[in-house]
């Protein structure tokens, strides 16, 4: 198992921000994909961001142009800074990573694919009060 350790959540108002962090360890993180999905009571999970091995990033459309994913390769810690958060943002929020590079290049465009990749963590909560 490789752990992938979530932090930074919290409560935030509307129109705030928060940055999450998700630190792994145990494995060559540079050759992996990661991304977050997120997953809100009684909603389905939702693919939302995601950064390939070579730095290509993706996101949904609910979030493109508010979320930022990257990554330090040094501190194996992937990011996801998010901005003008709404209501509808609060979810559990989770980071995942894939060592397929063809899974890797698929997820690219399916979003909802990194729901599956091999290693996801505990998640952290974000909460968005209106």
């Known amino acids: 198992q490789v752990p992938l350790v979530e932090s930074g959540g919290g409560s935030v108002q509307a129109g705030g921000s928060l940055r999450l962090s998700c630190e792994a360890s145990g494995y060559g993180y540079s050759g992996y994909c990661m991304g977050w999905f997120r997953q809100a009571p009684g909603k389905e999970r939702e693919g939302v961001a995601h950064i390939d091995t070579d730095g290509t990033t993706s996101y949904a459309d609910s979030v493109n142009g508010r979320f930022t994913i990257s990554k330090d390769n040094a501190k194996n810690t992937l990011f996801l800074q998010m901005n003008s958060l709404k209501p509808e943002d609060g979810a559990m929020y989770y980071c995942?990573?894939?060592?397929?590079?063809?899974?890797?290049?698929?997820?690219?465009?399916?979003?909802?694919?990194?729901?599956?990749?091999?290693?996801r963590g505990q998640g952290t909560q974000v909460t968005v009060s209106s």
């Open positions: 995942a990573s894939e060592a397929s590079p063809a899974r890797c290049y698929r997820s690219r465009a399916t979003l909802n694919l990194i729901q599956t990749f091999k290693y």
